[in-house]
């Protein structure tokens, strides 16, 4: 029987490059010269550093692009509110959403029950299971899961016949 998974992935390697190259682009900028200002990771949680609310939307501006050239799915993040820290300092948390959360598996799956397709959905922990009988069938639950989710990260893979 055919079928399908849908995750929710971040590959963690490229992540990493990519705040690399933001820090490294952050401290050659001229408007960033003498001041404080950096990303840090733990896990699955950014944390940008700076001195004012303008330099952490700059800060940003330098990341999701380089994200995006890592082939990092922006949609992943789930930015915080800016927060003073010590002194004049701010800072800000981007969490970095990673697996399906129950809430939106079970929107998902009852989307799939609704739209009348002859499949069967199953959450499989932070991930959606889909079987069908002929793969045109779960290639129209794709389209339509893509359609419906469009602000959502989600991937299509393990395709097996």
Same mark, same amino acid.
Request: glycine share 6%; charged share 35%.
């Given at each position: 029987?055919?079928?399908? +998974?849908?995750?929710?992935?971040?590959?963690?390697?490229?992540?990493?490059?990519?705040? &690399?190259? =933001?820090?490294?682009?952050?401290?050659?900028?001229?408007?960033?010269?003498?001041?404080? =200002?950096?990303?840090?990771?733990?896990?699955?949680?950014?944390?940008?550093? =700076? +001195?004012?609310?303008? /330099?952490?939307?700059?800060?940003? &501006?330098?990341?999701?692009?380089?994200?995006?050239?890592?082939?990092?799915?922006?949609?992943? @993040?789930?930015?915080?509110?800016?927060?003073?820290?010590?002194?004049?300092?701010?800072? #800000?948390?981007?969490?970095?959403?990673?697996?399906?959360? #129950?809430?939106?598996?079970?929107?998902?799956? !009852?989307?799939? !029950?609704?739209? !009348?397709?002859?499949? /069967? =959905?199953?959450?499989?922990?932070?991930?959606?299971?889909?079987?069908?009988?002929?793969?045109?069938? @779960? #290639?129209?639950?794709?389209? &339509?899961?893509?359609?419906?989710?469009? +602000?959502?990260?989600?991937?299509?893979?393990?395709?097996? &016949?």
């Amino acid at each position: 029987m055919p079928s399908f +998974d849908i995750t929710s992935e971040v590959d963690l390697v490229a992540l990493g490059n990519a705040l &690399d190259m =933001a820090n490294r682009k952050i401290t050659n900028r001229y408007d960033f010269k003498g001041v404080d =200002a950096r990303i840090e990771r733990t896990d699955k949680l950014l944390t940008l550093h =700076a +001195d004012s609310d303008f /330099q952490i939307r700059q800060m940003k &501006d330098i990341l999701l692009p380089e994200m995006t050239a890592k082939k990092v799915d922006v949609r992943c @993040l789930e930015h915080g509110e800016t927060k003073k820290a010590a002194g004049n300092r701010v800072q #800000q948390e981007i969490r970095v959403k990673i697996g399906i959360e #129950q809430e939106l598996a079970k929107k998902i799956v !009852k989307r799939i !029950k609704d739209g !009348k397709f002859k499949v /069967q =959905a199953s959450i499989q922990g932070d991930s959606v299971r889909v079987n069908g009988a002929k793969r045109d069938v @779960l #290639q129209e639950v794709i389209a &339509d899961i893509r359609k419906v989710f469009p +602000d959502e990260a989600l991937q299509y893979g393990n395709f097996r &016949d």
